[in-house]
Nanobody, 123 residues
Framework: QVQLVESGGGLVQAGASLRLSCLAS????????MGWFRQVSGKEREFVAA????????SYADSVKGRFTISRENAKNTVYLQMNSLKPEDTALYYC????????????????WGQGTQVTVST
């Protein structure tokens, strides 16, 4: 089992920045690729970013490319999502997720999920 706890969400104005963190426990963190997803009530969960187990490869949704950066510190069992130039359309509940070794853009490929952290961007 892997337990994931997200933090760092909040209410910000458009153009601001936030950094989300996801702390993992329970298994060897470096065995897992990590993903960030987001979900708005009534809509499907959507891919935001993902990172390989060693940080050597990353992937981003087109909607966040150039504004968001995913990174990880395996020594701290933590993955981050730096979000810059936030827009109202970034408002969502943000989840981190874990799967073995190779990342995926599809929520159903992930084995473990956190409870989410809310990000609200006002105009």
């Amino acid at each position: 089992q892997v337990q994931l706890v997200e933090s760092g969400g909040g209410l910000v104005q458009a153009g601001a920045s936030l950094r989300l963190s996801c702390l993992a426990s329970g298994r060897t963190f470096s065995d897992y690729a990590m993903g960030w997803f987001r979900q708005v009530s009534g809509k499907e969960r959507e891919f935001v970013a993902a990172i390989r187990w060693n940080g050597g490869s990353t992937s981003y949704a087109d909607s966040v490319k150039g504004r968001f950066t995913i990174s990880r510190e395996n020594a701290k069992n933590t993955v981050y999502l730096q979000m810059n130039s936030l827009k109202p359309e970034d408002t969502a509940l943000y989840y981190c997720a874990a799967r073995r070794i190779i990342y995926s853009k599809y929520p159903h490929d992930y084995d473990y999920w956190g409870q989410g952290t809310q990000v609200t961007v006002s105009t």
